[in-house]
Nanobody, 123 residues
Framework: QVQLVESGGGLVQAGGSLRLSCAAS?????????MGWFRQAPGKEREFVANALIVGTTYYTDSVKGRFTISRDNDKNTVFLQMNSLKPEDTAVYYCAADPRYRVADTMDYNYWGQGTQVTVSS
């Protein structure tokens, strides 16, 4: 079993930055072939944001390319999502996910999920 706990969410003005963290316990991040971030805005379905494969490859949804960066720190057993140039449309609950399998960019078929952290971007 893997437990994932997100942190770092909050309220920020448009154009600002936040850094989300996802701390894993139970199993190390290095045993997870894929670590991902997803988000769910009010009234909308959960959507893919970014993922990072153990081999170093990263994928991003088009709307965050050039603004968000996903990274893995296996020594700290943590995955990060650096979010810059935030927009009001980035407002959502952000979820961390992990899977020992390689996952394609837009699948939500992950074995482990965190509880989410709220990100609110004001205009």
């Amino acid at each position: 079993q893997v437990q994932l706990v997100e942190s770092g969410g909050g309220l920020v003005q448009a154009g600002g930055s936040l850094r989300l963290s996802c701390a894993a316990s139970g199993r190390t991040v290095s045993t997870m072939s894929t670590m991902g971030w997803f988000r769910q805005a009010p009234g909308k379905e959960r959507e893919f944001v970014a993922n990072a494969l153990i081999v170093g490859t990263t994928y991003y949804t088009d709307s965050v390319k050039g603004r968000f960066t996903i990274s893995r720190d296996n020594d700290k057993n943590t995955v990060f999502l650096q979010m810059n140039s935030l927009k009001p449309e980035d407002t959502a609950v952000y979820y961390c996910a992990a899977d020992p399998r390689y996952r394609v960019a837009d699948t939500m078929d992950y074995n482990y999920w965190g509880q989410g952290t709220q990100v609110t971007v004001s205009s």
